[in-house]
């Protein structure tokens, strides 16, 4: 049982930048269920694309792992076997909690945690890699050098999984969808100050693409083949095939 997120649920009087701290990764599977819709999903179809896609002695990479969702879900869903999958966060907090999740179960396959920048990993010998709402907090600068970085670590019929909060050009339609968004978390107990104040502390944080840049990128990258697998609101998960 996760514990519950009540962070930022009482006035802060100087709001900094958001951090993944132990305090974060304390709370996070209850923030990320509450915050982020379709999130279940997303982690569940993961694990099952894995069983077409990844093959026997290739790696695995979970790109900005947190506390390990992905990567529980790829070793408990792959057929394959002599695999090796490769979680990488740079948040000593969340690889700390992410270890000891990965410690506490039993795999026929190799598990890394590794903190590190994802920026200054190799990807190597790779079936599927994994960029789970990760991608947003880089600097936008430094996103495409990565996604070439992946597409060139992938083997023949590699995917890339990429998701992503995303905005709309249409500022009609980008406030009305984010509006849903804020409406979703106020039905899932998230007080306006909380909400306020999280999405304060993302501001120089986080940088949203559109799903057309996402798409663009992608295709600079050398991938062939790109799409949207799973959109809800402001949030979606794209395939990228090699």
């Known amino acids: 049982m996760s514990n519950r997120d009540t962070l930022y649920s009482t006035p802060i009087e100087k709001i900094g930048d958001w951090v993944f701290d132990e305090k974060i ?22 694990g099952t694309l894995s069983k077409s896609f990844v093959t026997s002695n290739s790696n695995i990479y979970d790109l900005g792992c947190s ?7 790829v070793c408990y869903n792959i057929i394959a076997s002599n ?58 600068s430094t996103r495409l050098k990565l996604i070439k970085k992946i597409w060139q670590g992938l083997n023949p019929c590699g995917i890339l999984i990429l998701s992503e909060k ?38 120089n944080v986080m940088f949203t693409d559109s799903i057309k840049t996402h798409k663009n990128r992608l295709k600079q990258a050398g991938f062939s083949h790109v799409e949207v697998w799973f959109q809800c609101f402001n949030f979606c998960s794209l395939i990228a095939l090699k």
């Open 67 to 73: 506390l390990g969702a992905v990567t529980l879900s």
């Open 166 to 203: 995303i905005n709309f050009k249409d500022n009609k339609i980008n406030e009305l969808i984010s509006n849903m968004h804020y409406n979703f978390k106020i039905a899932n107990d998230y007080s306006t100050l909380q909400i306020h104040q999280k999405n304060k502390m993302l501001e």
């Open 83 to 140: 695999c090796t999958i490769i979680a990488v966060d740079k948040s000593s907090d969340m690889i700390k909690n992410c270890q000891s999740h990965i410690d506490s179960i039993k795999s026929k396959n190799t598990i890394i945690v590794m903190e590190a920048d994802i920026l200054d990993v190799n990807i190597e010998n790779a079936s599927m890699v994994v960029l789970n709402f990760t991608l947003q907090f880089l600097k936008p």
């Open 25 to 46: 990764a304390k709370v996070f599977p209850d923030m990320i269920q509450r915050s982020i819709p379709g999130y279940s999903i997303i982690i569940s179809m993961i």
